[in-house]
């Protein structure tokens, strides 16, 4: 064994920290779950903006409540719960003000279809094929495939068994295929894909 190991500290050791005033313990929490956090807000919002300020407000909220975090090891849970939770809240808010009528004569600031590029096209129906799984498939298929996180971390995570994350994952990305096989290109991606 090498004496430059370096052990990074657990979730429970950070949490303990950061209630005794350790800033750089919560810095350290972040960090780690700044980019899942993201995702899982970005699964329930839809929107880049509306992702990043759920997932903002996420962490805010968490270090004011970290005393309420009842098992420190599963601190991932606990705050991709209150990921989940301000980011559906986000939407109602959201949906609330799009309910607000537009004065008579405003322009779309949209850009026309017959401007949007090919890519933002291909974006648009990866979103909305992203949007037409269940929550908990989107979750998982932007954890695993856009993140990197392993079936165990996820499990551990979403308080899930394993077996139902691989199930979930692969019931989404089937799914996915038949959402896209219509865009070129993709249906010979998608033979090739596993």
Known sequence: ?????????????????????????????????????????????????????????????????????????????WLMTIVRNRSKNLVRRESLRATDEVPPGTRSRVPTPDRIAETNELRGLLKKALMDLPEVQRQIVLLHDLEGWKHREIADRLDLPCGTVRSHLHFARKALKTALKSVPGVSEMTRAAP
């Open 1 to 77: 064994m090498s004496l430059n190991t370096f052990e990074a500290p657990t979730d429970g050791e950070l949490v303990r920290r950061a209630r005794h005033g350790d800033e750089l313990a919560f810095c350290t929490l972040v960090e780690r779950y700044q980019r899942p956090a993201y995702a899982v807000a970005l699964s329930v919002t839809g929107r880049h903006e509306d992702a990043q300020d759920a997932a903002q407000e996420s962490f805010v909220a968490a270090l004011t409540r970290l005393e309420e975090c009842r098992s420190p090891e599963r601190f991932g849970g």
